[in-house]
């Protein structure tokens, strides 16, 4: 366990005097990584500025070892806790150099200057962010990653106990996103600071968090681990789910089944088939898929877009019911689409499938066109 250092004790949180939120009990230890995850307003950013003082507490009080933030000074608190939140100003005639500088204000003094150890502070934080080369730029004529990015760089330079961000992925491409959550993971763990922050990307919230806080229904549905999380149904509860499959732990989402009896068989395997549920899918095309194992990697998928999937127990031969089942679906189909898929002891039977496609002349092979 991370020795607490910031606890949140019986808050409620909202606007106008009405709680969105209520009886918020938090506790974050030092050098932990936490995401607040939930569907557009359910309340993250609100949590999120309450702790950080952007907001007046409804009830409650955010302590940080022991102490009240609420008796902090200004500078102090900007000392110990560096906050970026969406929807922040963008500065007028700055370079993006002076933007990050900012960051060190709270370091720096009545007059603002900056010092040698300032200005490689500033240094580091926008080489770890990748925009060092943007310095000289002004701040306003550079992308909207970009900006994210020299924002982010600002809170860095901070150099805070805790870093409270709102949805800092936003406007950032894939790579970025990556390289940012290794940074935090890289921070957490080499200099012991906590990161509060928001998530939309429940993928990268699973991969980055030591914790996730559920925030949904007016309400902290739940804390805990990825894996006490992301548990079946968790998501489809959380984000209100009709249809759909959002899973986590494989990085999928998808779209809702295409109602219908099945008009076509996917025989595939280790992967191979999950290209092509996605394409039936998009041409609205129903389908079923079997055998598969049930650790088969594209199970989840096939269970989230077929119209039956036909499965067998991990680690055992397919069996004369599942094989059956299959082999009937595929004649009552009249199409099947074979994928090139390993073949071992456990699925000569799903090989047997193929080949009887191939002699029956139910191959259908263009089926990308």
Not at 67 to 78: F, I, R, T, Y
Not at 284 to 301: S, Y
Not at 313 to 324: L, Q
Request: hydrophobic share 40%.
């Amino acid at each position: 366990m991370h020795p607490p250092i910031l606890t949140t004790e019986d808050l409620a949180v909202g606007y106008g005097g009405r709680p969105l939120i209520r009886d918020i009990a938090l506790s974050i230890g030092r050098g932990e990584v936490v995401s607040l995850i939930g569907p557009n307003g359910s309340g993250k950013s609100t949590v999120l500025r309450s702790i950080a003082r952007q907001l007046q507490l409804l009830r409650g009080r955010v302590v940080r070892e022991g102490e009240d933030l609420s008796s902090m000074g200004g500078q102090e608190l900007a000392r110990r806790m560096a906050v970026r939140l969406t929807g922040s100003p963008s500065p007028e005639w700055m370079t993006c150099f002076d933007v990050a500088a900012s960051g060190r204000h709270p370091h720096t003094g009545r007059m603002g200057l900056l010092r040698p150890a300032d200005r490689a502070a500033v240094e580091e934080a926008m080489v770890q962010m990748e925009v060092w080369e943007l310095r000289d730029r002004d701040f306003r004529a550079v992308s909207d990653g970009q900006r994210q990015r020299v924002l982010l760089a600002a809170a860095l330079c901070q150099q805070p106990q805790v870093l409270v961000l709102d949805e800092p992925t936003a406007f950032l491409d894939i790579r970025h996103k990556i390289a940012l959550c290794a940074l935090l993971r890289r921070l957490a763990r080499e200099r012991g600071m906590t990161v509060l922050l928001s998530l939309h990307e429940i993928e990268l919230a699973e991969r980055v968090s030591d914790r996730l806080v559920c925030v949904g229904e007016g309400q902290i549905l739940q804390v805990g681990t990825p894996e006490e999380v992301f548990r079946a149904g968790a998501m489809e509860r959380l984000y209100g789910l009709g249809g759909g499959m959002a899973d986590p732990l494989t990085g999928s989402v998808e779209l809702p089944r295409c109602e219908g009896e099945a008009k076509v068989f996917v025989v595939a395997g280790g992967g191979s088939g999950i290209p092509v549920y996605r394409a039936l899918r998009r041409r609205e095309l129903p389908f079923a898929a079997g055998v598969l194992v049930e650790q088969d990697v594209e199970l989840p998928v096939a269970r989230a877009l077929a119209a039956e999937v036909v499965t067998e127990r991990a680690c055992h031969p397919i069996g004369d019911r599942a094989f059956e089942r299959a082999r009937t679906l595929l004649l009552a189909c009249g199409r099947a689409i074979c994928t090139d898929f390993p073949v071992g002891p456990t699925n000569e039977r799903q090989a047997a499938l193929r080949q009887l496609a191939i002699e029956r002349g139910l191959v259908w092979e263009d089926w990308r066109e």
